[in-house]
DNA sequence: TTTGTGATTGACAACGTTGTCAGTTTGGAA
DNA sequence: TTCCAAACTGACAACGTTGTCAATCACAAA
């Protein structure tokens, strides 16, 4: 039985309405009250009871993040960060998994919202791929900010990398280096990052005034197996390719997994480029060239944004476009003569 | 304003307490009266606030894991797992990074526990390093289960693996391939996995008659660098180890760097052993040879006894030790001669 | 002196549940 | 028929906050 802000009024011999008033740093307290209500809170031990005060303010005081497990790897210091920021601003974090088209991610969804009345949400890919989320959001008028969205839009506020300039940078590396036949693994149909860097790669061949070959662009899902397959196949082609260009880094190690099985050299038989830049791609070998993408910075400023909101302060914009960077490690080089 | 139990009551034409007896079960109420509220509360869309119902019954429905952010790599599939035990049986889950001897993250578990009224918590390594947490979690009576922990305590549930056990097997895998000169990479101090994973080393080399030879044996703070840095010494010594068994996965990825920037070919000159088996070391080419420890499992056995606790039913025992085993994949073969 | 204004304070309702307890109904046994 | 226990139901308090509003106080201006 912990102390509540009756013991503390009590022994500081107010009424609770003045302990309330200390303790959310309202005026209108005298400095001497202020500091006898101080000194009562510390002596009792007392720490308010966060359920009394979401019910009484109909609020909540957290933010959920939607993540899709699959993809995005939180790195854990991701997850960090957002709590220290939400330690800072008095929120509450919550991670929660999400699976588009799973019922019961969708049940869940509905349950943090309309009984625990989460504030606000921020979503990450492909977890907005359905209208679902937003809809329902919309519905219930919870504020929403989204990471790299499927769809951009004017109303929702959003954090996002530009990978379409992303990936013609890598695929711009990839000629500069004297590759012609350059493989593009292409993700999941619903995420906006599949198609813009696609965009990216063929912006880029045609900026060279190189044809695009369909017959190098292939499925990878965005996944380990998916890049390990594609690689398999590409490499049987008669004439094969000297790079490829994975999508994303998780695509990218199946790619480097499959070249060591057949036995190529990377990267003096075959180049790879990866996408996102994740932890574990600097620590493989060869280190993976691959285009930075600031998830941190993108979950911090997300976060940040949607509290500003939740605040009620004004964005400076809705839309906000982090810098990406291309990374050269060692999974690169001119293509074999 | 979503619907409340006086909207459901009104609609139903009882009072709110036979709405509330309704959603939770409980007896005393007529068949017909029952489907009555069932169906105002699907006519109204009725939701219960979680906030109302944790202030009348003082409980917050809520589970929280510590979980350090550099070590455990949680994968995302794991937090999944969890979360779906938690929708099961009607609790949240909180997953809170934790850093030992970090003031703020003491600070934000008394508030945990203080204003947030955690129904009860589970610790991962080296959360319970110091005996701060479960200090603290005794004088507030707070339930506790422990994974893999330090000390392991008769009143504290823990699950855990058998780490000597298992570095042993690791041990005897590769002084069966003909190794005599194997190092080991030492972990963290502040964890019990580390002091049992060179044990279990020793007990394999003593086993086999073989001498333990120090300067074989280095730190590496289980992480990257650690790996890298123990190889790059350990491979300038006069008569460097032929096997190197680094402790733990993430240190072993450390290790295949430095060994394939000296020049060293995996397995044929330099066999590598990890422990732990994350995902990413069946994806790194040549597959790491490691311990696979479930810790899909391990959390979810954890998090299951922590919830029979809360709901007052009696643990089997308060030690779960579940199976690890040995899994062979590429970076390990016979010596060079 | 009176008046007004702003600072300070507290009584009480409200938030949406569950717990307590007393009242009413039902059905079967005496 | 009477009685009793069990089934059912609801009025109201309680949980620990914050919001509303009225009351009081201090002090300066008129």
Redesign the pocket.
Not at 49 to 61: E, H, Y
Not at 294 to 320: F, H, V, W, Y
């Given at each position: 039985?912990p102390a509540?802000?009756?013991d503390v009024a009590r022994m500081a011999?107010?009424?609770?309405?003045?302990v309330?008033?200390v303790?959310?740093g309202e005026?209108?307290?005298?400095?001497?009250?202020r500091a006898r209500v101080q000194a009562a809170i510390r002596a009792v031990g007392?720490?308010?009871?966060i359920s009394?005060?979401r019910?009484?303010?109909?609020k909540s005081f957290m933010i959920c993040i939607l993540l899709y497990p699959g993809l995005l790897q939180p790195s854990s210091a991701i997850l960090s960060r957002v709590m220290d920021i939400g330690y800072e601003e008095n929120y509450d974090i919550l991670i929660q998994p999400y699976f588009p088209t799973h019922s019961r991610s969708k049940r869940k969804l509905v349950s943090l919202i309309s009984e625990q009345h989460i504030d606000g949400f921020v979503t990450t890919p492909p977890c907005d791929a359905e209208d679902f989320v937003a809809d329902l959001l919309g519905t219930y008028k919870v504020p929403l900010v989204q990471i790299n969205p499927f769809h951009r839009s004017d109303t929702i506020p959003f954090v996002a990398g530009d990978d379409v300039l992303g990936a013609r940078q890598v695929t711009e590396h990839l000629l500069s280096l004297g590759h012609r036949r350059i493989a593009f693994l292409m993700g999941p149909r619903n995420m906006r990052a599949s198609f813009d860097r696609l965009a990216g790669y063929q912006n880029a061949l045609l900026a060279a005034g190189l044809p695009i070959d369909p017959t190098l662009i292939r499925d990878s899902e965005f996944t380990f197996d998916g890049g390990y397959t594609a690689t398999r196949l590409l490499m049987d082609l008669p004439s094969p390719p000297t790079a490829i260009f994975a999508g994303n880094d998780e695509a990218a190690y199946g790619v480097i997994f499959a070249a060591h099985e057949i036995g190529l050299r990377i990267p003096d038989q075959l180049s790879i480029c990866g996408y996102d830049d994740f932890a574990m791609s600097k620590n493989i070998w060869p280190g993976l060239t691959t285009v930075h993408q600031p998830l941190e910075e993108m979950i911090e400023s997300a976060t940040r944004a949607l509290i500003r909101i939740l605040k009620g302060e004004a964005l400076d914009s809705n839309q906000i476009i982090l810098p990406s960077a291309l990374v050269l490690r060692g999974s690169t080089a001119p293509p074999p003569r």
């Amino acid at each position: 039985m912990p102390a509540t802000i009756k013991d503390v009024a009590r022994m500081a011999g107010c009424s609770i309405k003045t302990v309330s008033r200390v303790i959310n740093g309202e005026p209108y307290v005298s400095e001497e009250t202020r500091a006898r209500v101080q000194a009562a809170i510390r002596a009792v031990g007392y720490a308010p009871n966060i359920s009394a005060r979401r019910l009484a303010q109909n609020k909540s005081f957290m933010i959920c993040i939607l993540l899709y497990p699959g993809l995005l790897q939180p790195s854990s210091a991701i997850l960090s960060r957002v709590m220290d920021i939400g330690y800072e601003e008095n929120y509450d974090i919550l991670i929660q998994p999400y699976f588009p088209t799973h019922s019961r991610s969708k049940r869940k969804l509905v349950s943090l919202i309309s009984e625990q009345h989460i504030d606000g949400f921020v979503t990450t890919p492909p977890c907005d791929a359905e209208d679902f989320v937003a809809d329902l959001l919309g519905t219930y008028k919870v504020p929403l900010v989204q990471i790299n969205p499927f769809h951009r839009s004017d109303t929702i506020p959003f954090v996002a990398g530009d990978d379409v300039l992303g990936a013609r940078q890598v695929t711009e590396h990839l000629l500069s280096l004297g590759h012609r036949r350059i493989a593009f693994l292409m993700g999941p149909r619903n995420m906006r990052a599949s198609f813009d860097r696609l965009a990216g790669y063929q912006n880029a061949l045609l900026a060279a005034g190189l044809p695009i070959d369909p017959t190098l662009i292939r499925d990878s899902e965005f996944t380990f197996d998916g890049g390990y397959t594609a690689t398999r196949l590409l490499m049987d082609l008669p004439s094969p390719p000297t790079a490829i260009f994975a999508g994303n880094d998780e695509a990218a190690y199946g790619v480097i997994f499959a070249a060591h099985e057949i036995g190529l050299r990377i990267p003096d038989q075959l180049s790879i480029c990866g996408y996102d830049d994740f932890a574990m791609s600097k620590n493989i070998w060869p280190g993976l060239t691959t285009v930075h993408q600031p998830l941190e910075e993108m979950i911090e400023s997300a976060t940040r944004a949607l509290i500003r909101i939740l605040k009620g302060e004004a964005l400076d914009s809705n839309q906000i476009i982090l810098p990406s960077a291309l990374v050269l490690r060692g999974s690169t080089a001119p293509p074999p003569r």
